[in-house]
Structures are given as C-alpha cells and as structure tokens.
C-alpha cells in the first residue's frame, strides 16, 4: 500500500520533530499509511491510573493518552531545533456491564474476558493527545480527542474461544481481542470508527491536523 502524499502532512514532517509515544505496531501501521515523518519514542507511564477516579472510560482514555504524550515531551523537548510534536493514545474496552478492560494479566484472564463479551456489545474507547511545543519554553498546545465504536460477538462456542487464546493474539490486546486479526471471526457488527478498534482514529487524528495548522499551531 503506498502512503498517502498530503502537502499537509508532509509540511508538518519537515518542520517538526514528530514523535509517536507508543511502541504499539499497529498504530506505526496506520500511522505510515500517511507520508509523515516521525520516530517513535514509547512512553514509560506505567499505566496504573485508578480506574475509580475517573466519571467516566473516555475521561481515563485520554487522560492515559496525555500522559503518556506528556511523558515522551518532556524528555525530548530541548534535544532538537524544531519544534516538538509529540503523539499519544490509549485504548480500551468496556464490557457490557461498564467495566474498563485493559489488556489480559495471563491467558486464563484472557478467556475469562472472552466468554464474559460473548454474544454481547462492548463498546471500545481510544483517546488521542498531540501535544505541539516549541524547542524552548515557548508556548504548549494540547489537542485531545475520544472515538468511541460498539463491537458486538457472536456467542463464542468453547472451541473457538481455546483456539483462539491458543494463538496468543489476546496477550496485548485491550479487552483480550483483536478486530483486525484472527477475531473477524466471531465479531458480529462493529458501530464506528473501525481503525479506533485496532487502536488509532485514523480520521479523527488527520482532522486535528487540519484543526490545528488551521488555527496556526502546525
């Protein structure tokens, strides 16, 4: 698949140092369908916010995604001449009965998690933080945003369930499954923004772009 050639988008790789603060391959994946110019720098949050303390997964969603954007810009902001912009984004799944499921702790949580989604909707949350610095102490901007898409099971029979922990796809997957992978075969209807469920609002991410080179910031 060639890259996407946006003037846009390669305007901002030339005069900004870009950087995606997550060391996941599928948001690299999507991210290179666009002809921009990033490293990638993984944060070191350890993700352990009280999930209590939030009013609701969108809140904790991006509030993750700023942390760890937060935590990559503050270690390279002062080491290049550019510009920084710096690229967060968290996801996670909510069961039907409202609980943020993050990914498995070992396969046996995995399959719990399964069967607990089975012929049921969850609803899938990724936030997305950009945060655009000068090389100084300059002005910061942060933008957020949240995508929510409701994914819904089919009933996952016994053997599909082991074969599919089996594979270990689950291991690094919020909410133990994989849209984009081998679960195509027991999701039902997904209700969204497709590419949020594999873990980056390609769409959204390209508006905020837009939104703020519109507004001066890029």
Same mark, same amino acid.
């Given at each position: 698949? &060639? ?5 846009? *988008? ?16 599928? $948001? $690299? ?7 921009? =110019?990033? #490293? ?6 350890? +993700? ?13 969603? /991006?509030? =993750?995604?700023?942390? #760890? ?5 503050? $270690? /390279?902001?002062?080491?290049? @001449? ?12 909510? %069961? ?6 993050? #990914?498995?702790?070992?396969?046996? @949580? ?23 610095? %000068? ?11 949240? +995508? ?5 099971? &089919?009933?996952?029979? @016994? ?22 992978? &081998? ?6 209807? /997904? #209700?969204? @923004?497709?590419?949020? *469920? ?21």
């Amino acid at each position: 698949m &060639n890259p996407l050639v946006v003037p846009l *988008v390669e305007s901002i790789g030339r005069n900004f140092s870009v950087v995606l603060a997550s060391g996941s391959p599928r $948001r $690299r994946e999507l991210l290179d369908r666009l002809n921009l =110019n990033y #490293k990638v720098i993984p944060s070191n949050f350890a +993700e352990d916010l009280d999930k209590s303390k939030f009013a609701s997964a969108a809140d904790y969603v /991006i509030s =993750n995604a700023e942390i #760890k954007a937060q935590d990559v810009f503050a $270690r /390279i902001r002062g080491q290049t @001449d550019k510009p920084v912009l710096v690229i967060g984004s968290d996801t996670v799944v909510v %069961s039907p009965s409202g609980e943020i499921l993050e #990914k498995p702790a070992s396969p046996q @949580d995995a399959a719990e998690t399964l069967k607990s989604l089975s012929g049921k909707t969850n609803i899938v949350y990724t936030g997305v933080c950009l945060i655009v610095g %000068s090389a100084d102490a300059g002005k910061v901007t942060i933008e957020k945003a949240v +995508e929510s898409t409701k994914v819904t099971f &089919n009933d996952l029979d @016994d053997e599909m369930l082991e074969a599919y922990v089996a594979t270990g796809e689950p291991t690094d997957k919020a909410g133990s499954y994989g849209y984009q992978a &081998n679960a195509c075969f027991f999701i039902k209807e /997904i #209700k969204g @923004d497709y590419y949020s *469920v594999m873990g980056f609002p390609c769409a959204r991410f390209y508006q905020m772009l837009r939104d703020l080179h519109q507004r001066g910031v890029l």
